[in-house]
């Protein structure tokens, strides 16, 4: 994909959250259930970053820990929903900030850095590089990645990518194989109010991207709810991996 048409790309996946954030927010208050298993394993004075956190929603099995929390998202939309619920303190606060850049970052280390729901929306596989060589810059030694990417290869959103395939075979799309474009429709009148980006994994190209950019894999499988799926019917690609 050529840089130009990421970058439009990235703008107008900016757009589209900005258009949508209130809609958004509102289906997005209570987090997955294999989330709370992550949120066990954090014990007190951890540092948690939460790259692309929209509206805050993972502070909610995270607001029991002593830890310290930095959300970070380049909405300010759904940044402002996260600020309303939560508020900032000392050991919590919210950044309007970008993955595939660190104009945010102040030096700090993390122990942890969860990447929800946020790789997928990178265009290009350089971009998508560039971001996991973020979160292993700013990882404390022997920190952990835990990620999670929509499962695009099932009967919802495949015709999607097949659309995208036919599109690129005769010319007609600047996206690249193995992306789409997903519409948001208003809850309320049933229209598309945005189309997405989004580029659908797979689990052999999620390890090898995640290998070349340092870390190594610890888990790496398609999940329904709290548990393991098959790429037919699970939701979510959850990847775990250790800097």
């Not at 959300?71 to 950044?95: C, I, M, Q, T, Y």
């Not at 959103?157 to 996206?175: A, P, T, W």
């Amino acid at each position: 994909m050529k840089d130009e048409v990421a970058k439009k790309i990235l703008d107008k996946i900016k757009a589209d959250y900005a258009v949508i954030a209130p809609q958004f927010s509102a289906k997005r208050q209570k987090f997955w259930n294999e989330m709370r298993d992550f949120a066990e394993s954090l014990g007190p004075g951890d540092r948690v970053l939460d790259l692309g956190c929209g509206n805050g929603r993972l502070y909610e099995v995270l607001k029991e820990k002593s830890i310290d929390y930095t959300g970070v998202d380049n909405s300010p939309e759904l940044l402002d929903f996260a600020k309303k619920r939560w508020g900032k303190n000392e050991s919590r606060r919210f950044l309007l900030g970008d993955a595939t850049n660190l104009d945010w970052w102040k030096g700090e280390k993390y122990s942890v850095v969860f990447l929800i729901a946020t790789l997928h929306h990178i265009p290009s596989e350089n971009l998508r590089k560039k971001v996991l060589e973020n979160v292993s810059q700013v990882l404390s030694p022997n920190g952990f990645l835990i990620m999670t990417n929509w499962a695009l290869f099932r009967k919802k959103y495949l015709i999607l990518v097949v659309k995208n395939i036919i599109l690129k075979l005769s010319g007609r799309s600047d996206l690249d194989f193995g992306d789409a474009v997903v519409p948001w429709k208003s809850s309320e009148t049933g229209k598309v109010m945005a189309e997405r980006y989004v580029h659908a994994f797979t689990l052999r190209e999620l390890k090898r991207l995640v290998k070349e950019s340092g870390f190594e894999i610890l888990e790496n499988f398609y999940s329904i709810d709290d548990r393991k799926a098959h790429f037919w019917n699970g939701k979510n690609i959850v990847t775990i991996a250790k800097k």
